[in-house]
């Protein structure tokens, strides 16, 4: 059975903190991704990565960076947390290819 | 014109009927397609995938597609009140990347 997991469901920081959203996969997937979503804007893409160490920029990537050491575990980083940042962060991952995507749980983030 | 458009609904049908949701994608190079089911609070779940013209059906559910129409429907039979939830739309392989884009999102709505 397919699995992804985030490190938190829920999340409270505060204005100018560092964030720390982790996603672990444990299907051997290649591609990983960070979207976040918000009411009537649907999902948008963070960042996306295809391999360990290899990453790319999605549509809204400013304020943000990720990170992948290990083919399982994609991180997303808020480097200095706004309120504008308030959001459902949803991690997903897939084969290498056209395929199905899979989805964790979510982070409900707030930052006040 | 947006990548992928889906009615916003809500779409309200009776317990027992056929709710039919409809996609239209703007790329005609597109690969892959996907429906997602979200319920509120929830993150998305993979419903069913399609990559070729035609039907493909599991269970009470039957994906649509026709690539010459850029549009991909998905029906449900026998629609039961657990099915009201947000149904997302997917397509992949836009633009000749291995991007996923989103559709907003048809509310549907199953009334006992």
């Known amino acids: 059975d397919v699995k992804v997991t985030q490190s938190s469901r829920y999340l409270v920081k505060r204005t100018g903190e560092k964030v720390f959203l982790e996603c672990v996969q444990d299907?051997?997937?290649?591609?990983m991704f960070w979207y976040r979503q918000d009411p009537g804007l649907g999902l948008r893409l963070i960042y996306f990565s295809y391999d360990v160490k290899m990453k790319e920029k999605g549509d809204i990537p400013e304020g943000y960076s990720v990170s992948r050491e290990k083919k399982e575990r994609f991180s997303l980083i808020l480097e200095s947390a706004s309120t504008n940042q308030t959001s459902m962060y949803l991690c997903?991952?897939?084969?290498?290819?056209?395929?199905?995507?899979?989805f964790g749980p979510g982070t409900r983030l707030t930052v006040t | 014109q947006k990548e992928v458009e889906q009615n916003s609904g809500p779409l309200s049908v009776p317990e027992g009927a056929i709710a039919s949701l409809n996609c239209t994608y703007s790329d005609r190079v597109s690969q892959s397609f996907f429906w997602y089911r979200q319920y509120s609070g929830k993150s998305p779940e993979l419903i069913m995938s399609i990559y070729s013209n035609g039907d493909k059906e599991d269970g009470r559910f039957t994906a649509q597609l026709n690539k010459a129409s850029q549009y991909v429907s998905l029906l449900i039979r026998d629609s039961q009140p657990s099915d009201s939830a947000t149904y997302l739309c997917?397509?992949?392989?836009?633009?000749?990347?291995?991007?996923?884009?989103f559709g907003t999102g048809t509310r549907l709505k199953v009334l006992a």
């Open positions: 997917a397509v992949n392989g836009i633009s000749g990347t291995y991007k996923y884009i």
């Open positions: 299907m051997d997937h290649e591609n």
């Open positions: 997903a991952s897939s084969r290498q290819g056209a395929y199905e995507q899979y």
